[in-house]
């Protein structure tokens, strides 16, 4: 083989070849305490111990606070609300005013998901649905749901009806808002794609829109579920029992008026308890095996 020397003319030179060596690295001293950072930046990382600490830094505040009050009718300690809170527990009493609640919503909420969705799906595909939900959209958005109970009532009389009602009102525009402006943010090369593989109509919606979407979607389902939520607690103090089964609202309106006021809070204490469960439960395992998995948000 020739070297770089006697290398003829128009012909590379080949490089020297370089001795190959390995470092080996040197011991780290202190390395257990080097382990023991690492592994308390690892649990910090944790988003459920981060969540965790903030509640007991809150309910240590509550008790204090408490304490120092001293008036259990105005304002009673986190451990008499704990106390209360599993009495009515294992009587049945919470658990049956959470599930009427949970199956009203449930309802109110699916229907305006649907609704939603038919809304938002005529409005991509021509300009004049586009004009009805803008139309709809900007009437009927700033117009809080509790407003709408009397005409509920009016219309569905007293029962579930009126309650769903109100709840469809409060999940529709924001989810419809969140859907279409996914939709009109897709990106033409996309869209250009399904025209090009000849889909239409529901099919390109599907396969097409939605997928690309999805990070506003599911921001829009959980701003619906978060207004529904409210919306129903709120109903509920107003209305009080749904055809004999009272939900949470009516299980805190009952409590205030007999001044069981450990009970309020309890009440209260389950309404963000089921919130907190929903959203970082179910909606963050939908987005993790959705939009985290695929790659399209942090």
């Known amino acids: ?28 001293a202190g390395s257990s305490i080097e382990r023991r950072v690492s592994l308390s930046r690892r649990l910090w990382q944790q988003a459920w111990l981060r969540k965790a600490l903030i509640l007991i830094l809150l309910a240590t505040l509550w008790e204090i606070v408490a304490r120092i009050q001293g008036n259990d009718l105005l304002l009673p300690s986190f451990t008499e609300t704990l106390q209360a809170f599993f009495e009515d527990i294992a009587n049945g009493v919470l658990p049956g005013r959470a599930g009427n609640s949970i199956d009203v919503l449930l309802k109110g909420y699916v229907a305006g998901v649907v609704l939603a969705f038919v809304l938002t799906s005529l409005a991509v595909s021509s300009q004049l649905g586009r004009d009805f939900l803008s139309t709809l959209t900007s009437m009927l958005n700033p117009l809080p749901p509790i407003a709408l109970l009397p005409l509920g009532l009016l219309w569905f009389g007293l029962g579930q009806g009126s309650l769903i009602f109100v709840l469809i009102h409060s999940v529709l525009w924001p989810l419809a808002l969140n859907m279409y402006t996914g939709f009109t943010s897709v990106p033409e090369t ?31 389902l959980k701003i619906g579920w978060a207004f529904a939520w409210r919306t129903l607690i709120a109903a509920e103090l107003v209305f009080g029992a749904s055809s004999g089964r009272g939900g949470l609202g009516w299980y805190i309106f009952q409590n205030r008026n007999e001044l069981y006021t450990d009970r309020v809070f309890a009440g209260l204490m389950t309404v963000i308890l089921l919130g907190l469960l929903i959203e970082n439960v179910l909606f963050r395992q939908l987005e993790r095996h959705t939009i985290l998995k695929w790659g399209m948000t942090r």
Do not use: C, K, Q
């Open 1 to 28: 083989m020739r070297d770089a020397a006697t290398a003829g003319p128009g012909i590379r030179p080949t490089p020297p070849i370089r001795p190959e060596y390995e470092l080996m690295p040197e011991p780290i």
């Open 190 to 220: 996309l869209r250009m794609t399904g025209r090009n593989y000849g889909l239409r109509g529901l099919r390109y919606v599907f396969l097409i829109l939605v997928p690309a979407a999805l990070p506003s979607i599911i921001a829009g």
